[in-house]
């Protein structure tokens, strides 16, 4: 992990996260870093049971545009290792952004989640967005927890009861 354009972001916990945008080279760390994170936790990020995630699902994370779509990866300060990846995807117009964030196994119960949360919605702020929103599993009680605890709302998805939508505007 460099530490040069690094954005610096402290949990609640008192861990010190630096996060930067990904790319390519990062393709291998985040195969490493997916297979650190829960199975049920994968099988929440992308909505699958592979035990691997593949090529095709790490793509959209290492070839972000960097504006309408950017993939974040935190690295723990003290160590260098990463702890977490975040998404952050754009509608067309800029009016409305997708959020996911995958924690690694060992990283959880930290404020990972929450520093993450509340820094994709100032990147989306930034960017003119008006309103974030996460696709969750029905059965990912604790991120529609958090997520509630942030400012989200609940909204039944269109076409798939097994899940629901949490929303957050902006203005």
Known sequence: MTTDALTKLATRS??????????EADEA??????DAVS?????????????????????PLIHADHFRSESFLAFDMASGELVAS????CDKAMDTAEIAVSIRADAKGKGVG??????????AQ???????ISIESRDN???????????FT??????????????????
């Open 114 to 123: 929450w520093a993450l949360l509340d820094f994709l919605g100032r990147e």
């Open 86 to 89: 975040a998404l952050l995807a």
């Open 29 to 34: 760390a985040l195969t490493a870093f997916f």
């Open 14 to 23: 008192g861990l010190q996260l630096g996060v930067r945008p990904a790319g």
């Open 154 to 171: 609940p909204e039944a998805f269109d076409g798939d009861p097994t899940l629901v939508v949490l929303s957050k505007t902006f203005r």
């Open 126 to 132: 930034a960017r003119g967005v008006r309103r974030v």
């Open 141 to 151: 009680h604790a991120t529609i927890e958090l997520e509630r605890e942030k400012g």
């Open 39 to 59: 199975d049920e936790d994968r099988r929440f990020r992308f909505f699958s049971a592979a035990e691997h995630v593949s090529h095709a699902q790490l793509d």
